[in-house]
């Protein structure tokens, strides 16, 4: 059912290993043309535009593009009480964790009268976009709109696709959510189009373009994202989820299946890949993955992820090779499960988020760790993190100096404005000591 590639006996360079990771191929520019389509529609038709496409593309003809906040406090008094407390015990958590991410400003003195101020400035606006497609993600709207509260953003729109069940509206959970958080501009609208609006604004709607956008989506909604980069930030061009494990002879061989099969589970793309230096457990593994995908509700979805190239079982020489392995595949997320999991965490270098020990799932992060679940796909962890207060703010320097500080080191600058050939440079500063 699942892969096994052998690297015991080999020492790959890091260049070697990086040709070697198991990995899906989605080609998010094939979908550009499409989605650039999409987008110009949107500017040029607005409201109209979006809900063709929604009936084209989602089966359905939204009544309201723009729910009324009505049906947003409607959808919050019809979510069921598990629901209800999860979905607020999970924005507690996230809420706290999030709040150690927030830098402090700071104030660095020079000399007299010469400092510079490190602030950090929220973005006013953002947008928000959940997908729509084979689950229902409420959980996303926690982790996409609690770190932006907590940064200070001080207006806040979410999308999500039209749903034909539920009459051309959105998924109620998904709007129960979001009233919860406090959001009530919400919009049936999705994919391609739906990244055009917030980054664009549909005026018909009162949509004003939104400075950054985030959250996850299909190939269409990925090129989107990469098509209005520029025009508005994004936080990362999301592709399909990703499990490594790091696992040993002492893992627990039916616990290490769970998690490979609860992240098979997303998509037919999905990977999940184990690395282990026992031969032991992987054939245990291979084993228990075999029974476990089929007997889940969506046995066909995980075993085609579990079959496709993305998924593997990679046999090491030992942990230290394991490591380096994860560390070249830069796993979204990074499960280890070792005899001695704090040893493996100090050979790790790049992973989106990391859980340490048999009783730290990756299904645990997805809901209620207080960590957050938009991560870095497709290898971005060896160079990005996921979603953070961080994402919603800017870094500003404030600089403040006296006519005396800027003495100090005015014929330091002319010296450097004349070596670059920049007269004028030189002349803003002698100008503030003539004599006028």
């Known amino acids: 059912m699942i892969q096994t590639i052998d690297l015991r006996g080999l020492k790959p360079t890091r260049a070697e290993l990086l040709a070697l990771v198991p990995r899906s191929q989605t080609d998010v520019s094939a979908a550009t043309a499409v989605a650039t389509e999409l987008i ?3 500017r040029a038709r607005g409201e109209a535009a ?11 003809r939204p009544p309201r593009i723009r ?3 009505g049906a947003v406090s409607s959808a919050v008094r019809d979510l069921l009480p598990g629901v209800r407390d999860a979905l607020e015990e999970a924005i507690d958590r996230v809420r706290q964790a999030t709040a150690a991410q927030l830098p402090s400003a700071s104030v660095t003195t020079l000399g007299p009268g010469a400092e510079v101020v490190q602030r950090w400035s929220p973005v006013k606006r953002v947008g928000f976009y ?9 959980s996303s709207v926690v982790m ?6 907590v940064a200070g953003v001080a207006s806040i729109a979410l999308a999500s696709p039209a749903q034909k069940e539920f009459g051309g509206s959105i998924h109620p959970t998904i709007l129960g959510a979001a009233g919860l958080l406090g959001i009530d501009e919400v919009y049936a609208m999705g994919g391609a189009g739906a990244i055009g609006a917030f980054a664009y ?6 949509l004003d373009p939104v400075q950054v956008i985030t959250g996850p989506g299909n190939v269409y909604v990925a090129a989107a994202k990469r098509l209005v980069r520029g025009q508005v930030g994004i936080d990362a061009e999301a592709g399909p989820t990703e499990i490594l494990v790091i696992a040993d002879a002492a893992a627990d061989a039916f616990l290490v299946a769970s998690d490979l099969i609860s992240q098979a589970e997303h998509d037919e793309l999905a990977a999940a890949v184990l690395v282990t230096d026992s031969p032991g457990l992987a054939e245990r593994v291979q084993a228990e993955v075999s029974r476990l995908a089929q007997e889940t509700k969506h046995a066909a979805r995980v075993a085609e992820a579990l079959a496709g190239q993305q998924s593997a079982i990679v046999l090491v020489d030992d942990l230290d090779a394991a490591a380096a392995f994860s560390n070249v595949y830069g796993a979204e997320h990074l499960e280890i499960q070792t005899a001695d999991p704090d040893r493996m965490l100090g050979l790790i270098e790049n992973a989106g988020a990391i859980f340490l020990g048999d009783s730290s799932p990756v299904s645990l992060g997805d809901y209620l760790a207080g960590s957050n679940h938009v991560l870095p796909t497709g290898g971005q962890a060896r160079f990005a993190a996921g979603l953070g207060a961080y994402t919603f703010l800017r870094s500003q320097q404030v600089i403040r ?5 800027l003495g100090v080191v005015e014929q330091r600058i002319v010296d450097l404005a004349s070596a670059e050939d920049l007269p004028a440079h030189a002349a803003a500063i002698t100008a503030r000591f003539r004599d006028r």
């Open 401 to 405: 100096y006296d006519r005396d500080a």
């Open 144 to 149: 996409n709109v609690v770190p932006a509260q």
């Open 130 to 138: 959940v997908p729509g497609g084979k689950a229902v993600y409420p």
């Open 50 to 60: 979006l809900a063709d496409q929604a009936e084209r593309l989602d089966g359905v």
């Open 201 to 206: 604004g549909v005026p018909g709607l009162l």
């Open 40 to 42: 110009e529609d949107v």
């Open 67 to 69: 729910l009324d906040p």
